[in-house]
């Protein structure tokens, strides 16, 4: 199995793309710590086998806005499985105020969840990847970071854009440590996550494919965190059937 032995901490919010990635490390072998927000997001776990249950840990969260929440996560990550080889942050939320008329208590509330839980989702688990001198580390983000789309509020673009510059910067920083650092740029996706707002017509690349799959992002991750990635860092993988291409 391709992660066997290893173990990946994928961290959910707003979407079904982290249960989905770590659906998809669990049955290629990996242990699995999942941090959620919501029940919802156990829902694709509900057919695992019992070999599967007992490499998986659930930790729910409930405000990936806390540092100090996250720095305990990652404690009982590292009194359970002793290491950590990945980590995948997959955090959104929805945007409840517009543009430039935001209270300063929405632009935190939406800043802070993507931004925060990203980065203090990895810090705290950087020094045990360190100490082995592997690792890899994708973070989840929107098309809406990457190109100006009308109709998106500021925060979740500039939120987003902060989420593609973070994993640039691992690349850049980490590379002697030997982990890799990358993003996936996502666009609208079929459970209803990482909606942009902006009036813009479906794109797809196949007919009933207009909107993104989970397996497909799932997909894209896996190999990201593969050994077949291992000289791939610093880098944003466009995954959005065509919506935005540079």
Known sequence: MKFENQVAVIAACGSQVGAASALQHLKEGAKVAFYYEDDVRLELFKDLTEEEKSRLLTIRIQDYKDVEELKKAAETVLEKFRTCDIVVTAITTDVRESGYSMSEEEYDRVMKTITNGALYTIQPLMPAMKEKKYGRIV????????????????????????????????????????????SVCVGPLEDGSYKT????????????????????????????????????????LDLNGGYYMV
């Not at 500021?154 to 890799?180: D, H, K, L, Q, Y």
């Not at 797809?204 to 207009?210: D, K, L, Q, V």
């Not at 993104?212 to 610093?234: H, M, N, Q």
């Open 197 to 236: 707002g902006a009036k813009v017509e479906p794109a797809g690349i196949e007919p009933g494919h207009e909107l993104g799959r989970l397996k497909d992002v799932a997909g894209a991750i896996e190999y990201f965190t593969s050994p077949l990635a291992s000289w791939l860092t610093g880098e944003t």
């Open 139 to 182: 973070l989840i983000s929107s098309v809406a970071g990457r190109t100006v789309l009308p109709g998106v509020a500021p925060v979740f673009a500039a939120a987003n854009a902060a989420i593609g510059g973070m994993a640039r910067n691992i690349g850049c920083t980490m590379g002697t440590s030997f982990i890799t650092g990358n």
